[in-house]
């Protein structure tokens, strides 16, 4: 079993900065790359950006610059920091993990619970 938490988010004026976090707990092995999405009311869940267990980052054009990802192999934990954040930004933030099936007992895919992010006008 994965479990991913997450932490953080909450209420920042446009143009300003935060950060979420997602700890990993369970079988680690049954993952490599972690991840976020979003999805905000009425909207499609999309995913924002991703990291390898090597540091090798993927991000949407919509976040790219703004957004960085990365993680702490050691604690499990993967980090999300916003910053110059519009209204647009605003939305419910999932971690997620894409499972290894390969291995025994392992599923297709991990999330978290999401943590909300709302950006202000």
């Known amino acids: 079993q994965v479990r991913l938490v997450e932490s953080g988010g909450g209420l920042v004026q446009d143009g300003g900065s935060l950060s979420v976090s997602c700890a990993a707990s369970?079988?680690?092995?049954?993952?490599?790359?972690m991840g976020w999405y979003r999805q905000a009311p009425g909207k499609e869940r999309e995913l924002i950006t991703t990291?390898?267990?090597?540091?090798?980052?993927w991000y949407k054009y919509s976040v790219k610059g703004r957004f960085s990802i990365s993680r702490d192999n050691a604690k499990n934990t993967v980090y999300l920091q916003m910053n110059s954040l519009k209204p647009e930004d605003s939305a419910v933030y999932y971690c997620?993990?894409?499972?290894?099936?390969?291995?025994?007992?392992?599923?297709?895919?991990?999330w978290g619970q999401g943590t909300q992010v709302t950006v202000s006008s």
């Open positions: 997620h993990a894409p499972g290894d099936t390969s291995y025994a007992g392992c599923e297709s895919d991990y």
């Open positions: 369970g079988d680690t092995l049954c993952f490599s790359a």
């Open positions: 990291i390898t267990r090597n540091g090798v980052t």
